[in-house]
């Protein structure tokens, strides 16, 4: 239901009521406002600012005016009325401008408010909420990353599906590989983010919840017959007092980067970055990487590939729903940072242009031939799977099978893995045509989408036939050894 619309059927309500009763009075606003009935204390207010100029002028009724529109979502009409009761000296308007300057990137004025705010609570001995103790750490945070935005050249961006977002990514084999947590071969904690897996395969690392709910990094080794060692929590103080995410290791098993919502976050999940120490594993103090990779939304999973000399990372700032924006830029060997003084500093900070970030007359072609060269790559290699064939044995290649039986089988699963792969991807194609389609071509995708419906259906039975079959006799040696 639109706003607009909710806010009339309420007014309606509330219309009604009053017809009855009266109109509404001050004290029944309050009443709803400290109920944090929002919508209904919205009416209400607007209602009594119009009712009289001396109403108009109240700075009190101006800043809950203000707050109910500001937490019903109409952030940018609330602005006014703060601008109004702030200039009266109602302090927590301050703070809700800061709140709605931060949401614009506008963070030198977004920590100016909370310095006015600051001020005006102790000059009337007033405690500080934590609320605004935490907004005001965020805004003087995000100032100084504001002064320090890394220069990086983007060449590329594309927008996913949030889902397995991270399967877009091309990386190099010598990088690691991402797979989705259902491959985790053993009861776990619940695990909701990406499994990232070195080169050579003999480890895990993934994000799930400890025994008390808590978001931990954990890790587990390939043991020597194949199987899974238990996976233990590798560092619990890596999550900042918040949840974290997407972690990626770099080849030299030291540089972790990976994602928090936690203490010295921007707004929502940051990218930060440690090392471990390798005289105890533990992780170092982790660093948050400023922007352009953070920003007040969700930024996730930054890579860093050698081998292309690319890196990568994910963001919602662009609040796409159901989507993130990737992000393929040039790493620095040394940081270095924009000018504070770049009149295109806001631009670089938010990534409002990738060809901004480009030198004049650089090309960069040979970055998107070995972009071109990794995607062959993984149509062409026959060995990036993932299958257990039995409770903490899992098979990524063909040369796992025990039986020539059991390897046949696991061709012919590969086989039609594919093909189903393939059978979405076109069955998604047909009705997005359909959607955006006139009638008559409607008409003609129909008999289409449901044949490839169907032979959807077709294959995926064969798929958990022919896999029961691979468990069935490979399962089987497996347990027998």
């Known amino acids: 239901m639109k706003e607009s619309l909710r806010r009339h059927i309420i007014a309606l309500c509330l219309a009604t009521c009053t017809l009855a009763a009266g109109a509404v009075t001050l004290q029944q606003a309050k009443a709803l406002y400290q109920k944090e009935k929002y919508e ?12 009289s ?93 504001y002064e320090h935005v890394e220069k990086i050249v983007i060449i590329d961006s594309l927008v996913v599906d949030k889902q397995d977002f991270f399967l877009a990514y091309k990386i190099s084999p010598e990088t690691g590989r991402f797979v989705t947590s259902d491959i985790l071969p053993y009861a776990k904690p619940d695990s909701t983010t990406s499994v990232f897996i070195p080169e050579n395969g003999d480890r895990m690392m993934w994000v799930g919840c400890d025994s008390i709910g808590d978001t931990q990094l954990m890790e587990s080794n390939r043991l020597l017959d194949n199987s899974w060692e238990e996976y233990q929590a590798v560092d619990g103080n890596l999550n900042l007092n918040g949840d974290i995410a997407y972690p990626f290791m770099m080849p030299d098993g030291s540089t972790l980067y990976y994602s928090s919502n936690g203490d010295g976050s921007l707004g929502g999940y940051d990218i930060f970055m440690s090392r471990k120490n390798s005289e105890d594993g533990s992780f170092f103090q982790p660093q948050n990487l400023g922007m352009p990779y953070n920003s007040p939304y969700d930024d996730y999973l930054l890579v860093i590939d050698e081998v292309t000399g690319l890196g990568w990372w994910a963001t919602d700032r662009n609040q796409i729903p159901g989507k993130l924006t990737i992000y393929v830029f040039i790493p620095n060997e040394v940081r270095e940072n924009y000018s504070i003084d770049d009149p295109n500093l806001y631009s670089y900070a938010n990534v409002n242009s990738i060809k901004d970030t480009w030198a004049e007359g650089a090309d960069y072609s040979e970055y998107f031939e070995r972009l071109e060269a990794i995607s062959k790559a993984e149509t062409t290699d026959a060995v990036g799977f993932e299958f257990e064939v039995a409770k903490g044995v899992i098979y990524t290649s063909l040369d796992d099978a025990k039986t020539s039986e059991g390897r046949n089988y696991l061709e012919q699963y590969l086989e039609v893995k594919e093909s189903l792969t393939s059978a979405k991807a076109q069955l998604k194609g047909l009705r997005k045509e359909y959607a955006e389609g006139s009638a008559s071509e409607r008409t003609q995708l129909k008999s289409k989408i449901l044949n490839l419906e169907n032979a959807v259906i077709k294959r995926e039975k064969d798929l958990k036939s022919i896999s029961n079959n691979v468990i069935k006799i490979e399962g089987k040696r497996n347990k027998n050894r």
Do not use: P, Q
């Not at 401008?97 to 705010?117: G, Q, T, V």
């Open 53 to 145: 100029a001396s109403n108009k002028k109240n700075a009190s009724i101006n800043h809950w005016l203000g707050v109910c529109l500001y937490k019903t979502g109409s952030t940018a009409e609330s602005e006014k009325y703060f601008e109004y009761a702030a200039s009266k000296s109602v302090a927590e308007s301050k703070m809700y401008l800061s709140k709605i300057a931060y949401s614009k990137h506008e963070f030198d004025k977004a920590y100016s408010y909370m310095e006015e705010y600051v001020d005006m609570m102790r000059e009337a001995d007033k405690e500080i909420s934590e609320e605004a103790s935490l907004h005001l750490d965020a805004a003087r945070s995000a100032k100084s990353m």
């Open 40 to 51: 209904e204390a919205l009416v209400a207010f607007e209602e009594l600012y119009k009712k």
